[in-house]
């Protein structure tokens, strides 16, 4: 009788590999809950003498993180569900509808990926200024909008449903829009979640268009915030990783809420092209 592991060989590799990832994230934590002193001392600890929350704190009574949080979660909402109505939307028009030029506008709309944010950031900036959203909230969740990668998504996940089914409904009577929203939409859930989960964690962390584009320390979101306690000379460490640990674990609870989903979807999307 052959012995064998309980578990798949690639767990001893993966295993640690998964250590050395949620080691930064034991660390934050960690210091979140460290004095000043304990921070700044050399050589420097990894677990805390004792745990004080001086810079929990500092940060809710001296900054306006609870402010960021919730403009923060309003941008992150606002992106999330546009991507899937209007991603979805252009998906499917991309997978399904047979119009002129649906190839090259394809091509066109994936190919603006490889364009640099960077590149993008003045125009971008000149034009919001002239409509009249510099300094405000719309500045920040309206490129997150639609993307490039949210129509590609969509697109190859509608590639790899069978036609018979919109067929069959549209044989019972139904519509292209019927038939996008009761048959293919329910059916796409694995790829919702996935686009929700990306578009989450783009938007929820953005940090270079909102600095440029926000200067109203109270329209600020969560990166922006955080980035205003590191300084050239001196930087709140116990404050920045209270704040960081705020900002992460919504996202950690997100990713584990839709992970099942998330790799379903990561699976299906690679069968067709």
Known sequence: MKWRLPFSPWHLLLMPLALIFVLPLVQMVLTSF?????INQFPPKFIPTSLHLEGYRTLLSESHIVRWFANT??????AVVSHLILCS????GFARLRFAGRGLAFVVIVAT?????????IPTYLMFARIGIVDTLAAAFVPW????????LMRQFFLGLPV???EAARLDGAGTLRTFVSVVLPLARPALATLAIFTLLSSWN????????ISDDTKFTLQVGLASFQGTRRTEWSQLMAGNVIATLPLI???????RRFIATMTFTGLKG
Not at 34 to 38: F, G, I, V, Y
Not at 145 to 152: E, M, P, T, V
Not at 206 to 213: F, G, I, K, R, S
Request: hydrophobic content about 70%; charged content about 10%.
């Open 34 to 38: 460290m004095s000043a002193q304990e």
């Open 73 to 78: 979660v309003l941008v992150s909402a606002i």
């Open 89 to 92: 939307l252009a998906g499917y």
């Open 113 to 121: 990926v490889m364009v640099p944010m960077q590149l993008l950031m």
């Open 145 to 152: 909008l639609a993307s490039a990668f949210g129509i590609f």
């Open 164 to 166: 018979e089914l919109e």
């Open 206 to 213: 953005d940090l270079l268009w909102p600095l440029v584009a």
């Open 253 to 259: 609870v997100a990713f584990l809420v839709a992970q």
